[in-house]
């Protein structure tokens, strides 16, 4: 099972979660609507007059993008996803031939798309870093696309969020990431104790009866001060992280909120630009300037 099964498997509804009309009903909290929102006030910040995405998905917010007055374009590997991106560049008055079907690993697919589609002020990728197998690779084929002193919006799953959900992923986070250079005798004795303190049967894997579930394709998340080491040293100056997806209470306590009172919470954070988002999100966004010289 693969990445591209995931989506696939998604791509018929994928819509809904960027569908202000369903932020209160949909089961999911739509951290993606809040961040497509992000997005669009990012680029038009910056007055880029063209965007290029990686793994566009079904092509929502791309076609927003667009309908903001900007050239896009982009690529995806999901057959059903391209197949819906296609439609809704259409849909939207945009050209569907903008849309690649492409792997962003293979790097002469990326090679011979850069070559056809050209450079762009602006390049985005939103959820695709999470599942890919290198990180300089990936900001590579980000960066092919992007014109010196051109915007880079690079979405990661955050692990600092890690040291507030108290459960496996603070355990993993403490151990191989805090402790990383730790001796073993230390490890042994802190993992026993957390073991005791922490919630290590949660949170529940996202799994699927075809086995492509979200936790059972690569998903990895980030650190975000070593993602934004990555981006500098492909030259890019001015970065900033923005977070979003926030919880204001560790998600394994969240049901003893009413359900109104916590999403109303959780919605009166978002846009919030202090530290605390590195804590509270669940994810964010690396923002950079491609540097001129
Ligand atoms: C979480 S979705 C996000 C879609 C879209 N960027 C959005 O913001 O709604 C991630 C997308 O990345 C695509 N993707 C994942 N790995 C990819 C790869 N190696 N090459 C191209 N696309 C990829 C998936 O097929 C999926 O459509």
Redesign the pocket.
Known sequence: MS??SH?DGSAST?ADQYDEAKIWTNEEYPA?FF??KLVRKLLKESGAQSVY??????A??LAAVGSDGIRVAG????PE?VKYAKANMESHGLDPEAIAF????DTNAIAAERERAGEFDAVM????IP??TDDRDFVASMDAFLRPGGTMLLQFRNSMFSMFTFNRLTKEFILDELLVDAPQSVRTVVATDLDQRLAVDKPPLRTRPTGDGYDEILSRFHNPFELAEVVKSFGYHDLSFHWYNYQPAYPMIAGQVDPKEYRQAQMDLEGGTSWRGMFLCSAGLIQATKNTV
Do not use: F, K, W
Request: glycine share 10%; hydrophobic share 45%; aromatic share 6%.
């Open positions: 990445i591209a989506y994928y993606n961040r497509l995405e990686l793994g566009v998905g079904d929502t917010p690529n995806d590997v999901s996803m492409l792997d962003v690993q990728a939103m959820g695709v599942h890919v």
